[in-house]
C-alpha cells in the first residue's frame, strides 16, 4: 500500500497546509530543514522516528502516519508494542509521546549499539552526569590538508553518540563531527581516521577550525592579523607543510567558509 503514496507530495501539503516555513516545519519534528527538503524532494524516505514524530503532532497522512504501524510484520509490531510499554513505565504520561518519538528516532539511526550495564533501553540522563552521551551529526565529507571535498555546504550522513563532556560546555545542538583525511595536523595530535568534534557557533577568533577554501573542506589553524587585514592558514605539520596560505580580508569574503571551531577529537592511534 505504501508504495502507491506520493509520500514527497503529501510531506509537501501539509506543510503547506500550516503555513511554515520548511526549517520551522522540520524544527517541528526534529530534523534539519535539509533533510526536510529531501524528504519533499523525494530524494529520501523519513525513517520511523519522523512519521511516529508526525503522528505525534497531530500531521496525520493518511495511509502511511495512520497505517504505518499495522503495515509491519507482526514480529516486528510486537517488539515495537513491547519496547512502548518499557518507556510507557518509566517516562511521566506528558512525556509520553515525545520520549517514543526520541526512542523509535534513536534506535533507527544504528546498526549496531550497546550499553555497558546491558540495558535494552537508553537511559535518561542529565548534563550534570559524567557518563552523559548525546548524539551528534557525523557529517559525510572528510576534511583534510590535501584536495579536500568540493562542497561548501557540509551534509548530514549519520548520527554517532559522544560524551558530553567532550563538547566542552558546548550546546549539543551547535556540535558536529567530520572525519579527518591527512597528515597536516599530526603536530598537535590529529590523524587520518580520526573524527573531530566542532562547534558551528564559534566561528571567530584564532584557532583550529573546520572550513571550506574555494569549496574544499578542511581542518586548519587560523591566525587573524587584524591590523594587517589579513588570515593566515595554517597546516600543524612543519615538516611536510611549513608555508602557510595568507588571504586577505577581501578573497576571504569570497572563498573562505568557516564551519566551526574543533573542539577536541576522538582518535584511534595510528602505529
Known amino acids: 500500500m505504501r508504495e502507491n503514496i506520493d509520500i514527497a507530495k503529501k510531506l509537501s501539503e501539509i506543510r503547506l497546509k500550516t503555513g511554515k516555513s520548511q526549517a520551522d516545519f522540520a524544527g517541528e519534528v526534529g530534523i ?15 525513517k520511523m522516528g519522523v512519521l511516529w514524530a508526525l503522528a505525534a503532532k497531530g500531521y496525520v497522512i493518511e495511509g502511511l502516519t495512520s ?7 507482526v514480529e516486528a509490531r510486537k517488539e515495537i508494542e513491547e519496547k512502548t510499554q518499557i518507556i510507557r513505565a ?3 504520561e506528558d512525556m509520553l509521546l515525545e520520549s517514543i518519538r526520541q526512542y523509535v528516532e534513536y534506535v533507527s539511526k544504528f546498526d549496531f549499539f550497546k550499553f555497558s550495564d546491558n540495558k535494552p533501553l537508553a537511559i535518561p540522563s542529565n548534563e550534570d552526569d559524567y557518563h552523559a552521551m548525546v548524539l551528534l551529526p557525523l557529517y ?21 553518540p559522544v560524551l558530553l563532556r567532550l563538547l566542552r560546555g558546548a550546546q549539543p545542538k551547535d556540535c558536529g563531527l567530520i572525519t579527518v583525511r591527512g597528515d597536516s595536523m599530526t603536530d598537535i595530535g590529529l590523524f587520518d581516521d580520526d573524527i573531530a568534534i566542532f562547534d558551528k557557533s564559534r566561528i571567530e577568533g584564532d584557532g583550529i577550525y573546520v572550513i571550506s577554501v574555494a569549496s574544499e573542506v578542511r581542518i586548519k589553524r587560523l591566525e587573524y592579523k587584524i591590523f594587517d587585514k589579513k588570515i593566515i592558514i595554517k ?6 607543510y611549513p608555508d602557510p596560505e595568507i588571504i586577505s580580508y577581501e578573497q576571504a569574503e569570497e572563498m573562505l567558509q568557516i564551519h566551526g571551531k574543533v573542539l577536541g577529537w576522538i582518535h584511534g592511534h595510528p602505529y
Open 32 to 46: 534539519p530543514q535539509t533533510t526536510w527538503s529531501g524528504y519533499e524532494r523525494g530524494q529520501t524516505t523519513p
Open 67 to 73: 497505517n504505518f504501524i499495522d503495515d509491519m510484520p
Open 90 to 92: 518509566a517516562f511521566p
Open 140 to 160: 559525510s565529507q572528510k576534511a583534510s590538508a590535501g584536495p579536500g571535498q568540493e562542497l561548501t555546504q557540509l551534509e548530514e550522513s549519520k548520527y554517532m
Open 235 to 240: 597546516s600543524e605539520n612543519a615538516k611536510r
